[in-house]
């Protein structure tokens, strides 16, 4: 609720604390609504889109396969800004593009493509 309600440079704090557990909390049961949060309302904040590119963008490939993680996945292909958005592509077709779209989750990433 703090992304969605304060203005972007008062819940910057949000992606900061997320840089320490990125890898586990991208791929969380709750933690990955945060991070479609920032995508939404944030990812324009130096620190919120350092954090997407990192943690999501770059490794789109691998998290398009998982359970929690390709909903922000994705979201940075419905929402997230052009470069993410190209990243994120690359990656994901880089990666066994013939597996992740007969994937369960991996294909709602294919169909965002």
Known sequence: KIVEVLPTEHSAFVAQELKLFADVGVRHRFCCRIFCRLIEHASTHPDAAA???E????RAGELSRNEFAHF???HVMEHGLPQHRAIAASSVMESDFACTAQHRHGRFVVEAL
């Open 51 to 53: 954090l997407i590119e």
């Open 55 to 58: 943690a999501v963008a770059r």
């Open 72 to 74: 922000v996945v994705a």
